[in-house]
């Protein structure tokens, strides 16, 4: 009777804990109906959420590098063109900017030889002044042998030049004068020898005027500034060299009126022969 009564005891539990479970499942679910009611009739909608900054760039670097393996629209070339375009640029932005750097280097070694300058006068003695002022005196006699120097060799240069040229002048207008000799028979060449007479006494003034230009260049060794005597005789040498081209001119047109002195004289001579 006991073992009885303890599973009617047992029995009346179990089916107490089934309903309670069973009610707590139904309550859930009526819970969760009404959420879902809320939601619907709220009209609540969930967003997605938006890709990053860094995520739009890696994207837009993937379509590039996309574009440059396979450029297939008119988007996608402009994009490689300005891609190749910013390549382009770079060198010429970095030699820019090495020319700047360079000119900020040069202005602070100038400042710091300045300054380093100025610091060693202000430390020195008398007497290293002197020796300093004995080594520029004689820097500047060794400059101004060396400027002799040059001026001696564009001297033998530029005269022997000069010279040959005018040897060349006459010679030319000696063989016009002997062929003036030979057909004075035939045609007047009063006007032609008188031409030739000044264009030579022209010719005997440049033999002199180089004479006297080697004797200039030769007083540059007693002189304290070679320099300015050097230029003197650079713009004399123009003056020479524009002088032996219009002797020059001026023979050449004495041979071209002799021609045509010539071809009438020998026309002259056929209309006589006819008549």
Known sequence: LFSVITLAVVIGA???????????????????????????????????PTPSALHKKKLKKKAVKEAIKKPNTLKEKSVIKKANNVIKK??????????????????????????????????????????????????????TEKRK?????????????????????????????????KISDRVDITEATALISNIKEDIQDLHTWI????????????????????EEVRAEVKEIVSEIKATHRALVEVVASLKTSIKEAAADDAATANE
């Open 14 to 48: 179990v089916a107490m804990t089934i309903q309670t479970v069973s009610a707590e499942i139904e309550l859930n679910n009526e819970i969760s109906n009404e959420a879902t009611a809320e939601v619907s009739e709220s009209n609540i909608t969930i967003e997605k």
């Open 90 to 143: 770079k060198p010429i932005i970095r030699k820019e900017i090495k020319k700047e750097t360079t000119k900020v280097k040069r202005a602070e070694l100038k400042e710091r030889r300045e300054q380093i300058t100025a610091t060693v006068k202000a430390g020195l003695t008398d007497e290293q002044k002197e020796k300093l002022a004995q080594r520029r005196e004689e820097f500047k006699q060794r400059i």
């Open 149 to 181: 120097t040059r001026i001696t060799a564009f001297e033998k240069k530029m005269t022997k030049r000069l010279q040959a040229a005018v040897n060349r002048l006459d010679k030319l207008a000696d063989r016009i004068q002997s062929r003036l000799e």
């Open 211 to 230: 004479g006297n230009l080697s004797s200039k260049l030769e007083s540059v060794y007693a002189s304290d500034d070679p320099k300015a005597i050097f």
